[in-house]
């Protein structure tokens, strides 16, 4: 059984950093990319970036470039979500995901298979 379970999510100011992290498990790692995605209230889900765990080629969303970074731990079975100079609006709920990668550079939130349940991120102004 594919899991994928987020964590590191929480409170913090504006201009601060948090890390995200997504545990996964239940398929091989190496043949999957993993991407970062946002939903915040009365907003539509929204792509924040993905890591290709096979040769670690990542991809952002412009309102992210600089600010954020994905890497991943490929014998922890591993990805993070490095977020710095955070402001307001990426106040979110915060969702992992797995699928190959043409899927999730190309594909739509439907195509993408696998997802996590998600974790909040609030950041006070």
């Known amino acids: 059984e594919v899991q994928l379970v987020e964590s590191g999510g929480g409170l913090v100011q504006a201009g601060g950093s948090l890390r995200l992290s997504c545990a996964a498990s239940?398929?091989?790692?190496?043949?999957?990319?993993i991407g970062w995605f946002r939903q915040a209230p009365g907003k539509e889900r929204e792509a924040v970036g993905c890591?290709?765990?096979?040769?670690?080629?990542?991809y952002y969303a412009d309102p992210v470039k600089g600010r954020f970074t994905i890497s991943s731990d490929n014998a922890k079975y591993a990805a993070f979500l490095q977020m710095n100079s955070l402001t307001p609006e990426d106040t979110a709920v915060y969702y992992c995901?797995?699928?190959?990668?043409?899927?999730?550079?190309?594909?739509?939130?439907?195509?993408?298979?696998?997802w996590g349940q998600g974790t909040q991120v609030t950041v006070s102004s």
């Open positions: 995901a797995a699928d190959r990668i043409n899927t999730m550079v190309t594909g739509t939130f439907a195509d993408i298979n696998y």
């Open positions: 239940g398929f091989t790692f190496d043949d999957y990319a």
């Open positions: 890591i290709s765990v096979s040769d670690g080629s990542t």
